[in-house]
């Protein structure tokens, strides 16, 4: 079993950036197809990026394409999510999970067996 603990949300005005980092620990990330997910107030957890075990496959949501980037760093431990250009509607929880299936395109949340606790990001327009 992996734990995921995510950071690096906070508030940040429109157009601007920020960097999530999501550290495991229990198990190596090496193992794992990763994903970032988000969810705003009254709205269904959505996929955002994922990124395969291997060969760091990457797929990303319509939204999101060309302005976040997903990248893992085994060595580390850690997963990435940079975002840049962001807007009012990037608002949400962003949460870190991680799948046993091996793959880039899971986009469901139901494909991820792990998640961390969330966190927030807030974009000030």
């Known amino acids: 079993q992996v734990q995921l603990v995510e950071s690096g949300g906070g508030l940040v005005q429109a157009g601007g950036s920020l960097r999530l980092s999501c550290a495991a620990s229990g198990r190596t990330l090496s193992t794992y197809t990763m994903g970032w997910f988000r969810q705003a107030p009254g709205k269904e957890r959505e996929f955002v990026a994922a990124?395969?075990?291997?060969?760091?496959?990457?797929h990303y949501a319509d939204s999101v394409k060309g302005r976040f980037t997903i990248a893992r760093d085994n060595a580390k431990n850690t997963v990435y999510l940079q975002m840049n250009s962001l807007n009012a509607e990037d608002t949400a929880v962003y949460y870190c999970a991680a799948a046993r299936s091996v793959g880039y395109l899971l986009t469901s949340k139901n494909q991820y067996d792990y998640w961390g606790q969330g966190t927030q990001v807030t974009v000030s327009s």
């Open positions: 990124i395969s075990r291997s060969y760091g496959n990457t």
